[in-house]
T-cell receptor, first 113, second 115 residues
């Protein structure tokens, strides 16, 4: 079946540090890949996505590249801000009628001033 | 458009009681999903509706769980004879019928505590 594995957390960084959050996946076929973010007290929001190999998703300074050869979709940001503190979830969906999402466990990012 | 709304936001119930949650999706979205999220885990898929038809149910959805989407608009998730293991955040999401844009929009969830 489909699965998503995220690196263990939590992660604590100083403002302006470089961020990498690892995500690998197992799926048959060619899934779409997503990063969702959950800010404190809010619902899940789509941060970025990529729908085919070598696609790069980007938003709010975050980037992730769909690497089929390594089955990875690592999230990166060059300079984090305190406002980036949140829980980040990597997810995939298989192409098909229902597009249900399979999530990783999530990782909590705390950015200190 | 106010996004996906869920009601109630919090529910505390005694073991053995029945509970019902409601989800109002974004108005033009015909796809609706229920997920469950426990502490320290990512959301897990429970069930999917396209319009009023329930097209897929996870094995996580035991016989005590039932979901409906009458008229293809709002949806309800009922849990009968609640157990402590049912304590979780229940999330609803909806997405557009546009196959080129399948982004799922999530509600803020209903947090269930079974005591």
């Amino acid at each position: 079946g489909n699965s998503v594995t995220q690196m263990e957390g939590p992660v604590t960084l100083s403002e302006e540090a470089f961020l990498t959050i690892n995500c690998t996946y197992t799926a048959t076929g060619y899934p779409s890949l997503f990063w969702y973010v959950q800010y404190p007290g809010e619902g899940l929001q789509l941060l970025l996505k990529a729908t085919k190999a070598d696609d790069k998703g980007s938003n709010k300074g975050f980037e992730a590249t769909y690497r089929k050869e390594t089955t990875s979709f690592h999230l990166e940001k060059g300079s984090v801000q305190v406002s980036d503190s949140a829980v980040y979830f990597c997810a995939l969906s298989r192409a098909g009628a229902n597009s249900k999402l399979t999530f990783g466990k999530g990782i909590t990012l705390s950015v200190r001033p | 458009d106010t996004g996906v709304s869920q009601d109630p936001r919090h529910k505390i119930t005694k073991r053995g009681q029945n509970v019902t949650f409601r989800c109002d999706p974004i108005s033009e979205h015909n796809r609706l999903y229920w997920y469950r999220q426990t502490l320290g885990q990512g959301p897990e898929f429970l069930t999917y509706f396209q319009n009023e038809a329930q097209l897929e149910k996870s094995r996580l959805l035991s016989d005590r769980f039932s979901a409906e989407r009458p008229k293809g608009s709002f949806s309800t998730l009922e849990i009968q004879r609640t157990e402590q293991g049912d304590s979780a955040m229940y999330l609803c999401a909806s997405s557009s019928p546009d196959r080129a844009n399948t982004e799922a929009f999530f509600g803020q969830g209903t947090r269930l505590t079974v005591v």
